[in-house]
């Protein structure tokens, strides 16, 4: 939304991750709203990167994480 708010519309890719502590990483993926929101502004190919646990880095598609959404 920073993005947006500041005049940004085009985006390569988003990296995610999360963790509980300073040095813990954990499975972070964008929650439904968020994906929603994102699909919004980009294709059905635009990639969202994922760190894991295992600090190894996912790939994915909005349209794999959100395969049906609601697009006008």
């Known amino acids: 939304m ?3 708010s500041e005049g940004e519309k085009e985006f390569e890719y988003i990296v ?3 963790g509980n502590s300073l040095n813990s990483l954990e ?6 709203y968020c ?3 994102m699909s ?3 294709d059905e190919n635009f990639k969202i990167y994922a ?3 295992n600090e190894e880095i996912e790939e994915y598609s909005i349209s794999d994480l959100l395969p049906h959404s609601f697009k006008l």
């Open 27 to 32: 499975n972070c993926l964008p929650c439904g």
């Open 35 to 37: 994906r929603q929101f």
């Open 16 to 18: 995610v991750c999360g």
């Open 2 to 4: 920073k993005a947006l």
């Open 51 to 53: 760190i894991n646990a």
């Open 40 to 42: 919004e502004f980009v």
